[in-house]
Structures are given as structure tokens and as C-alpha cells.
């Protein structure tokens, strides 16, 4: 088990605990803006996951298939519940599921005061949006989800880069480094 699990199961609690009826959709776009917020500030993402340009929005292909396969980490699959949801606004196209938490405590430790506050506004802007109202401001003009599905179409990777824009703090170089060394420290499963 490593940091980044530990992240990802805080994040996704606070999610469930914060915001309303998070299903399948809802939590996938959660995930999406915390991770390119966070990464468009300082460089780096939360999670570590690649977001894909599907139907819906973006989507973290890695816990999609976990999720799919009933193949969640001992880490998630102990402390949070997939159930099967049929709300009718989520799409019929694929599994759709709520996540319900076997422990409620959420252990923010594992987070830094940055990925902490970027938590509490992602939930507090987006507390009572519907899953068709978060896909709705994922598929609006120049975000990276946009530029991705009108450049390369459906079920490609979102360059994370795409996120960086005149409001970004850092100098890109500074951030392709943190990226880059991020991604070395995933693949090797040190992070």
C-alpha cells in the first residue's frame, strides 16, 4: 500500500461525505477537477491516474476498470461500498454504481494542507451538483477535456498540461520536472 492509495481513499471519502449523491459520474469528475486543480497550481497530480475523454466526460480509466472488474485495492475495497445505483441520471452506457463508506472517519493525514484545500473547494463548489450538471461543465469550451475529445475523439489520454494556462503560478519548466519525476516515482510504485 502506498501514499498515493492512502490520497486517493481520503479524497474519495471526503467526496462521499461532502457532497451529494455521489455515483459513478459525479465521483469520476470530483477526482478529475481535484487532480488537474491541483496540478495546474503546483505541477503535480493527487491521484496519479490518467483521465480518458469518454461520452461523459472524463473519466480515471484505472479505477474505472478496478471498479468494472470488482478489483478494487484491499485499501479501498475496506473502508468504502460500490452498490448498484439505476438513478435515473446517471447514462445506462455503463456500470453505474453509489459509493457508500463502511468507515466513515476520513484520514486526512495523508494529504498536504494544498491537496487539502483544493479538496474542501472542489466539494464545496460542486455539493449539490448532478452528475449531468458536473459532465455539463466538463464539456465546456477549452477545458482540457474539450480540447482532447475535439482533437483526438473519444477514449484518449487528457495531457494534463492542457490545464496550464496565464493563471498558472509555476514556470512550465518547473512544472514538466515535478510531472515528470511524479510519473518515474509511480511507475516504480514508490508513491
Given at each position: 500500500?502506498?501514499?498515493?492509495?492512502?490520497?486517493?481513499?481520503?479524497?474519495?471519502?471526503?467526496?462521499?461525505?461532502?457532497?451529494?449523491?455521489?455515483?459513478?459520474?459525479?465521483?469520476?469528475?470530483?477526482?478529475?477537477?481535484?487532480?488537474?486543480?491541483?496540478?495546474?497550481?503546483y505541477g503535480l497530480s493527487i491521484t496519479g491516474y490518467d483521465y480518458y475523454t469518454f461520452p461523459f466526460g472524463p473519466v480515471p480509466l484505472k479505477l474505472y476498470q478496478q471498479i468494472e472488474?470488482?478489483?478494487?485495492?484491499?485499501?479501498?475495497?475496506?473502508?468504502?461500498?460500490?452498490?448498484?445505483?439505476?438513478?435515473?441520471?446517471?447514462?445506462?452506457?455503463?456500470?453505474?454504481?453509489?459509493?457508500?463508506?463502511?468507515?466513515?472517519?476520513?484520514?486526512?493525514?495523508?494529504?498536504?494542507?494544498?491537496?487539502?484545500?483544493?479538496?474542501?473547494?472542489?466539494?464545496?463548489?460542486?455539493?449539490?451538483?448532478?452528475?449531468?450538471?458536473?459532465?455539463?461543465?466538463?464539456?465546456?469550451?477549452?477545458?482540457?477535456?474539450?480540447?482532447?475529445?475535439?482533437?483526438?475523439?473519444?477514449?484518449?489520454?487528457?495531457?494534463?498540461?492542457?490545464?496550464?494556462?496565464?493563471?498558472?503560478?509555476?514556470?512550465?519548466?518547473?512544472?514538466?520536472?515535478?510531472?515528470?519525476?511524479?510519473?518515474?516515482?509511480?511507475s516504480d510504485a514508490d508513491i
Amino acid at each position: 500500500m502506498n501514499i498515493t492509495e492512502h490520497k486517493i481513499l481520503a479524497g474519495i471519502k471526503y467526496f462521499v461525505k461532502n457532497t451529494k449523491n455521489v455515483g459513478r459520474t459525479k465521483l469520476f469528475k470530483l477526482l478529475y477537477h481535484w487532480d488537474f486543480i491541483h496540478f495546474k497550481k503546483y505541477g503535480l497530480s493527487i491521484t496519479g491516474y490518467d483521465y480518458y475523454t469518454f461520452p461523459f466526460g472524463p473519466v480515471p480509466l484505472k479505477l474505472y476498470q478496478q471498479i468494472e472488474s470488482d478489483n478494487l485495492p484491499d485499501l479501498l475495497k475496506n473502508d468504502i461500498k460500490i452498490v448498484e445505483d439505476f438513478n435515473e441520471e446517471e447514462d445506462n452506457q455503463y456500470k453505474r454504481f453509489k459509493v457508500i463508506l463502511k468507515n466513515k472517519k476520513i484520514d486526512l493525514d495523508w494529504l498536504s494542507p494544498n491537496e487539502i484545500k483544493i479538496l474542501e473547494e472542489v466539494s464545496f463548489v460542486f455539493k449539490d451538483a448532478t452528475a449531468k450538471q458536473m459532465t455539463e461543465i466538463t464539456h465546456l469550451p477549452n477545458t482540457p477535456y474539450d480540447k482532447t475529445k475535439n482533437e483526438k475523439g473519444m477514449r484518449h489520454i487528457i495531457d494534463y498540461f492542457l490545464a496550464i494556462d496565464e493563471e498558472s503560478e509555476l514556470d512550465l519548466e518547473i512544472i514538466k520536472e515535478r510531472f515528470n519525476t511524479q510519473k518515474d516515482l509511480l511507475s516504480d510504485a514508490d508513491i
